[in-house]
DNA sequence: TGGTAGAAGAATACATTATTCAATCAACCA
DNA sequence: TGGTTGATTGAATAATGTATTCTTCTACCA
């Protein structure tokens, strides 16, 4: 603790600029870890000399030492306690209900990938790649994620359009050929008003792949290809944040084979 | 522990040089702190280089990043444990459920979860919680993650309005008012843009919540609460994939938090 | 008004770290 | 045996980071 107690002592016989240094680092001692003198200086809006002689003037013989010491004293303040916190703590540290959400998340995002056929995820990928134009229809729920895929696709030179009211759904179908595709997203609940479009574009031959809930979806049942992502046993509004995350996963998935696949 | 049990581990896999280097340090591990790369060498009889392509080899940036992990690891205290007591580090790879994408997704969301403190966390939930109106601005690469946030706070009753174009930027700012807040979203380029937003939001007293890459960006200088993605090491394309991943992380975390005060 | 001391940054000298490259060595194999 | 491949190594050097010097500026004072 010595080096930032220290600092904390000094504060009123500081400079100005010395103050500066020592208010970020007392507020930001974390990320001292990986700043250098320049960074640091930039940070903080002063010199790098500056950087300098603040820690010489502590003390100490320069900038690494400090740091060094900095980091002692900080370590020194965490409790190591009770053992066996041997794999970097999983998810951000103690049992915050932040970490916990990490915990949760994390077995969403296994089971979801461990559901999930590698066949299948290659064959989105492949029916992506040869398609024309893709529609991105969601149900309610999945609007924000429908969203975020529309522009992944977007951005890796995918003609992708999102269907945001649900208004167009049908005359966008529609419009829709043979060498195109509709991707229907959809959470735990509102898929009815997915089942009609995907069985339409399926009578015009177009693809369907859907990316459900697992275990029954009557929207994936008139899809090509079907992803899915297992829901999470939690309670509804961390349950939908977690089957978004899910969600989302897929889509990672998908787009890390679109960009395998495009060299 | 894990930086000298990861030692001990490969020891039996490491060439002669590299063996002799492993032993020095689990034998000496304390007079590592004030070696320089060049005293090691020398302690050790290799070559300067030799001690920073080990470092590399064993998963670090370089020669620092090693110090500092062994340094980490011995603070951690003496553990006891012979078996095998963490997860599988370099071949074994095992039959995780989550695929290799998975596995370096995890690493960035343990990452991530790591570097940001709790305090901020909370705060930056506090603040979102009290905001009248929030401005979610971001660079290009992370127009679909604000997008994604900005639904996510709508659908939880927030104000949020997303700077599609950035060309409203500064006049929104200025129609913002104290007891609003301005959200900045960067990955690893682009921060430019943002900063004078965020200056300029901050001599106006609108809280500045920034969402950037670790270590060092210009953006998250200029915000009241700052939280930070660990990027990965990967190249290019993947990288970026796997940022939006701790990008998207941090957000569900916020939500979540958002959720909870919500009750 | 001029002198002095302290603080700050620009330029630069110095130190450390990372990379490149060529030499060496071991393993494999026709 | 001799050739080929791939890994390992260190010397030279590029890149990055740290410390010092020197100059400027400001505040204070006689």
Known sequence: MTCLLKMRAMREQMSVNERKLADFILDNTKLLRDYSSQQLADAVGVSQSSVVKFSQKLGYKGYPSLKLAVYESYAGGISSPVGGDDAPLPFGG?????????QKKLEVLENTAGINDLEHLRAAVKAIRNARCIQ????DGSVSVAQYLT???LELGCWAVFDQGGMLQRSMVD?????DMLCIIC???????????ANHAREKGIKVLSLTRYNYNAASIHADIRLYVMPSEEEQPLQRLLFRSGQLHLIESLVS?????EQ
Do not use: F, I, K, R
Not at 175 to 179: D, F, N, T, V
Not at 187 to 197: F, K, Q, R
Not at 257 to 261: D, E, I, Q
């Open 94 to 102: 103690a049992n915050t209900p932040l970490s916990e959400l990490g």
């Open 136 to 139: 991105v229809s969601a149900c």
């Open 151 to 153: 522009y992944q696709l």
């Open 175 to 179: 419009s829709l050929g043979e060498e």
């Open 187 to 197: 959470d735990m609940h509102g898929e009815e008003s997915l089942v009609e479009a």
């Open 257 to 261: 084979g679109l960009l395998v696949a």
